[in-house]
């Protein structure tokens, strides 16, 4: 009985080390793409500013 509570809590740890690594990856990728994603959002939102015109 032991071992299987031994076995679910280490299943749970990997759980959580999963979590942390994809964490760290999105972290990675926003900070290597960081110029990327910028123009894109200032791209979006001028859309966005442009539509609001036509509307008003």
Do not use: P, R, T
Not at 18 to 31: K, R
């Amino acid at each position: 009985m032991e071992l299987m509570k031994s076995f679910v809590k280490s299943e749970e740890a990997m759980g959580v080390v999963e979590i942390i690594l994809i964490i760290v990856v999105l972290i990675s990728m926003v900070a290597i793409f960081k110029d990327e994603i910028e123009d894109l959002v200032d791209d979006i939102w001028d859309s966005i500013e442009n539509s609001a015109e036509k509307i008003y």
